[in-house]
């Protein structure tokens, strides 16, 4: 086994994995915040089948980076809240749509779980200016 630094001595370790990365990050994922509303579309086997199930719901968190990069999606189902743990340039992830986005001042939205329903949805709207 061959050691890659060695072969390229010029490129340092961190730029090798940056390399490797490259090849299997999606390149149309939008720019996602915490607070979007959104739209995911999950790639699901049944048997032989595969289809897309989509989850709306709204982003509480952000983690890592790069290929490693995860959302976690709230939503109320029948009254209950489900979060989801997505990582999204996983081969499973097929779609993101930003439904709408809110304007927040925090980096993790965790008292969203405490609020009721009605309370949740008074995230301000923020109006991105093109």
Known sequence: MTNLKEEVPSLSRKRILDLV???????NTANLFVGDTV?????????NKER??????????KKNSGI?????V?????GIGVER?????SPKF?????????RVRRSKLYYLRKI???????????????
């Open 85 to 89: 743990k997505f990582l999204i340039h």
């Open 52 to 61: 897309v199930q989509y989850y709306q719901g709204i982003i509480l968190a």
């Open 68 to 72: 490693n990069l995860t959302i976690y």
């Open 116 to 130: 009721t329903t009605t309370k949740g949805s008074r995230l301000k709207q923020r109006f991105n200016s093109k």
């Open 21 to 27: 990365e490259e090849n299997y990050k999606k390149k």
């Open 39 to 47: 739209k995911i579309g999950v790639l699901i086997k049944e048997g």
């Open 74 to 78: 709230r939503k109320v189902f029948q």
């Open 94 to 102: 097929e779609s993101i749509e930003i439904i709408k986005s809110a």
